[in-house]
């Protein structure tokens, strides 16, 4: 049957009304999903810092408690890069969709199980080995989900859109830390400090297997990627997308871990170790704090898009070096409000901190994903994304707290975020950007 002029266009129309719905849901279920996940992981972080210390660590000193709980917390960390490589190979194997699914399940399970965690007074050693072997599954799913999450959205999309397109999954971040931190500032509002650190603080990471169930819903109506399903009527599916990925893209690997590192680590800082600083300083209460936080991670939700979306118009790698520069600008500065500011500054400083942030953040995921051809998208881009938090996100509470201990002053601290700053600099001049390209030809990713 041969259509007419009025039957094609009807055809057309309808396919392009399917790829916009498909396009809507893959954004939706991209910032749900990680949205869901980082609430989880900020949950984790916020008690971490004013919880786990004197729970699950009560025989040490203040110092000490406050290096087993960021040490725990690092573990999951350690945990994201064997979670890249896992799922990955699942996710560049059998597709975005149900690798997702599985990394989602995992991390509210885990979360929900901390919850319900005893602490040491009841467990004894018991209890802190649990909480990382928790830690420890929740990294794993994080190390999954992000580069899925990322493509879902990216590769159903408009290839001159793939900045914003990709911010979707990025959105999930400050959405999860508002969230997170935001249940955990109204319980402490709410309850007394004996009852919020007895169960209040229990009561957000039960809610997340709720969330997650949500979650679930979302992602199992949408349709696998069609630049995923191209690869697969092609027959390009790697027999080891990871190995391949490594050894043919191990550069891109590197640059892309290396660049996160003004980005990840004084996330970190900013939104984690900042709790635990300004109480001790200051004394100020921790609600003034997470206040502070919850704030800048909503004025975030608005500027990671807007950025992304210049991204589109000027080139992901101009916004980025803005925002690494910047970074280390405001390293020193930062401190000096931290340590001597009242209320207001601290305030402003830590809402400036995040849109600086933002800044990187919101181009990232599109700069990251352009690195790599489709067949090796997931596990590539996994990969390098997920290493920076061995060596930058992980270990920056931690080695905050030592520098602090050691030096006794927050500028060795100030010191250390300008570094990541120059090691961003220096990937990201490397990095080819592809913000033009077109990610579905292999000759994009040819060497030359």
Not at 194 to 206: E, K, M, V, Y
Not at 214 to 243: D, H, N, Q
Not at 340 to 345: E, M, P, R
Not at 417 to 423: D, E, K, T
Request: aromatic share 12%; net charge positive; proline share 4%.
């Amino acid at each position: 049957m041969v259509l007419g002029p009025n039957e094609a266009k009807k055809v057309v129309d309808s396919q392009d009304s399917e790829q916009r719905t498909q396009v809507r849901r893959a954004a939706f279920a991209s910032a749900i999903g990680t949205t869901i996940e980082w609430y989880d992981f900020f949950l984790y972080n916020t008690a971490a810092a004013l919880i786990f210390p004197h729970l699950f660590f009560p025989a040490s000193s203040s110092y000490a408690g406050a290096m087993q709980s960021f040490a725990t917390y690092a573990v999951g960390f350690a945990a994201r890069p064997v979670g890249a490589a896992i799922f990955g190979y699942w996710g560049d194997r059998i597709g975005r969709k149900v690798t997702l699914v599985i990394t989602l399940l995992l991390m509210g399970i885990a979360s929900g199980l901390v919850g319900v965690l005893p602490g040491a007074a009841t467990l004894g050693i018991a209890a802190p080995i649990i909480l990382v072997v928790l830690r420890l599954i929740q990294g794993l799913a994080i190390g999954g989900e992000w580069s899925g999450s990322v493509l879902l959205a990216m590769e159903w999309g408009n290839q001159r859109k793939r900045g914003l397109l990709g911010s979707f999954a990025q959105i999930g971040v400050p959405v999860g830390l508002v969230l997170g931190t935001g249940g955990m500032t109204l319980l402490s509002a709410l309850l007394s400090d004996d009852a919020f650190n007895s169960w209040g603080w229990r009561i957000p990471f039960l809610l997340s297997l709720v969330l997650v169930g949500v979650g679930l819903v979302i992602r199992l109506r949408i349709l696998e990627t069609p630049m995923f399903a191209a690869v697969v009527a092609k027959k390009r599916i790697s027999r080891s997308p990871v190995v391949d990925a490594v050894k043919h893209h191990w550069r891109e690997i590197l640059l892309s871990a290396g660049l996160r590192f003004s980005e990840q680590m004084p996330f970190y800082l900013f939104t984690s170790y900042v709790l635990v600083y300004v109480v001790a300083q200051h004394h100020y209460s921790k609600t003034f704090v997470l206040n502070a936080v919850l704030v800048a991670a909503a004025l975030e939700l608005f500027a990671i898009p807007f950025f992304s979306q210049l991204s589109d118009r000027v080139g992901r790698k101009r916004i980025y070096l803005i925002g690494a520069v910047l970074t280390g600008v405001i390293a020193f500065p930062y401190f000096t409000v931290l340590k001597g500011g009242g209320h207001v500054a601290i305030f402003v400083a830590v809402i400036i901190s995040l849109m600086v942030h933002a800044l990187q953040y919101g181009p990232q995921a599109a700069l990251i994903g352009e690195s790599f051809p489709t067949h090796l998208r997931y596990g590539g881009a996994g990969l390098g994304y997920q290493l920076a938090s061995v060596f930058a996100g992980g270990p920056a509470p931690l080695l905050a707290t030592w520098l602090l201990q050691v030096t006794g002053t927050p500028y060795s601290i100030s010191a250390y975020i300008v570094l990541s700053a120059v090691v961003t600099v220096i990937c990201v001049v490397l990095l080819k950007d592809r913000s033009r390209a077109d990610i579905t030809d292999d000759a994009t990713y040819a060497r030359t």
